[in-house]
């Protein structure tokens, strides 16, 4: 993240809506409740607001929770999640240093888009369990696509497709980048069936059937990782299909 750009977003948009009295003259009608609106126009805060909310998603994934809970009227709430966001900003290198051992983070956002994308307004919304679930869903979908199949998912998916075996009529083989067929390239592709196994068998169908026990968030972060893992080894393979001609 460009994070000079992002805070002079953010203070453009804390600025546009800073709620202000407006002007006044003799023989105007006095209110007696709040009659502050907000500095920039409607319009200009709208068009702003379409950035701003990108910027919140990286910067304080959860801040949209905030919209359902409070009076989001004169665009209050977004200017609370920017006046936070702006802090985590310029405090974020001072805040791992003296809170953790400033060790490398995982960024959701960083994550193959299989994994990230179909898991993200569920994670915004702070159902983590279901996110890391839809994103397994997503990966298997992919897969199938990849290899044009839907009689078979998920681990015994995996397993047919990166098995050692030659394609057969309309059950195409992935082979990760760089596979010259060698011991190395066997081993690595029986470990990319295992991971799915372990995925679907640890992680993803325990999600299913108890939906109702939520995940805490770091440790659904870390789930979501390793659906990202095999989502780039199935996106960086090569498709091998039956040779008709054979």
């Given at each position: 993240?460009?994070?000079n750009?992002?805070?002079a ?12 009295s ?12 709040d ?5 920039g126009?409607?319009?200009e ?16 994934p ?9 009076d ?27 809170l ?17 994308e ?17 994103a ?5 979908a ?44 066997s081993?690595?592709?029986r ?9 679907y ?6 999600a ?14 870390e ?24």
């Amino acid at each position: 993240m460009d994070y000079n750009w992002a805070l002079a977003e953010l203070q453009s948009f804390i600025d546009l809506t800073e709620l202000v009295s407006p002007p006044y003259t003799p023989g105007d009608v006095l209110y007696l409740g709040d009659d502050r609106v907000t500095r920039g126009k409607t319009d200009e805060i709208i068009k702003n607001a379409q950035v701003i909310e990108q910027i919140l998603d990286r910067v304080i994934p959860t801040w949209r929770n905030y919209l359902e809970k409070r009076d989001n009227s004169r665009w209050q709430v977004h200017r609370q999640a920017a006046l936070r966001a702006v802090s985590e900003i310029e405090h974020r290198e001072e805040i791992a240093e003296k809170l953790g051992d400033n060790a490398p983070q995982i960024s959701a956002a960083a994550l193959h888009p299989w994994a990230w994308e179909s898991a993200r307004s569920l994670w915004q919304s702070g159902h983590y369990r279901a996110a890391v679930q839809a994103a397994a869903i997503k990966l298997n979908a992919e897969t199938q696509n990849k290899v044009g199949r839907r009689d078979v998912s998920e681990k015994d998916l995996f397993w047919q497709c990166y098995g050692n075996d030659d394609p057969k009529p309309g059950k195409a083989r992935l082979r990760p980048a760089n596979d010259d067929g060698g011991k190395t390239a066997s081993s690595i592709r029986r470990g990319i069936a295992s991971l799915a196994e372990g995925l679907y068998a640890a992680i993803r169908n325990p999600a299913s059937h108890d939906p109702l026990d939520e995940s805490e968030e770091h440790i659904a972060l870390e789930q979501l990782a390793v659906v990202s893992v095999l989502a780039r080894f199935v996106d960086d393979s090569a498709v091998i299909k039956w040779d008709t001609h054979s």
